[in-house]
C-alpha cells in the first residue's frame, strides 16, 4: 500500500487545472529540496529554512526550469506551457510576474510527474534542479 495515495490515470491528471499540478509539485519539490538539505548539511532547521528557500524561492524555480527545459521530453515541455499559461490571480508581492509564471510552470512538471507516477522521469529531474 502506497503511504499516499495519487491519482492513478493519466487522463484523469490531465482534467485536472494545471495549478492543481503545481499546488501537488510545489509540496513535492519543497519536500525533496529539505530532505537533500537535512542528508547532505549539519545546518540546524533555522538555517535549513534560510537554504531551502534559496531553492524554492519563484525566481530559483523560473530559473531551474529555463536551465533543463533542453532535457524535457515534447510532453513535458506542453505541460510546461500549459502551467506557464494558467490563470492565476495570486502574485506574491515580491516576485516577478515573469518568474512566478515560470516558476508555476515548473511546479506544475513535478507535481503532473508525481501524480501520474512517473517516478523515474521525476526522479531524474529532480536530480537535474539539484546539479544546476
Known amino acids: 500500500m502506497e503511504l499516499i495515495e495519487r491519482v492513478k490515470e ?9 495549478l ?3 499546488y501537488v509539485g510545489d509540496a513535492i519539490y519543497e519536500l525533496h529540496i529539505r530532505t537533500t538539505l537535512v542528508n547532505k548539511t549539519k545546518l540546524k532547521p533555522h ?3 534560510i537554504e531551502s ?7 530559483a524555480q523560473a530559473d531551474l526550469l529555463k536551465q533543463i527545459m533542453p532535457e524535457l521530453t515534447d510532453e513535458e515541455k506542453e ?3 500549459r502551467g506557464r499559461n494558467a490563470e492565476n490571480h495570486h502574485l506574491p508581492k515580491n516576485a516577478d510576474p515573469q518568474d512566478y509564471m515560470y516558476s508555476t510552470a515548473f ?7 508525481y501524480l501520474t507516477k512517473q517516478d523515474d522521469r521525476l526522479k531524474k529531474i529532480l536530480e537535474l534542479c539539484i546539479k544546476e
Open 107 to 113: 511546479e506544475g512538471l513535478i507535481g503532473f510527474l
Open 47 to 49: 538555517k535549513l529554512h
Open 53 to 59: 528557500i534559496k531553492y524554492v524561492k519563484a525566481k
Open 20 to 22: 492543481t499540478w503545481a
Open 79 to 81: 505541460i510546461v506551457r
Open 10 to 18: 493519466k487522463e484523469e491528471v490531465n482534467l485536472l487545472s494545471p
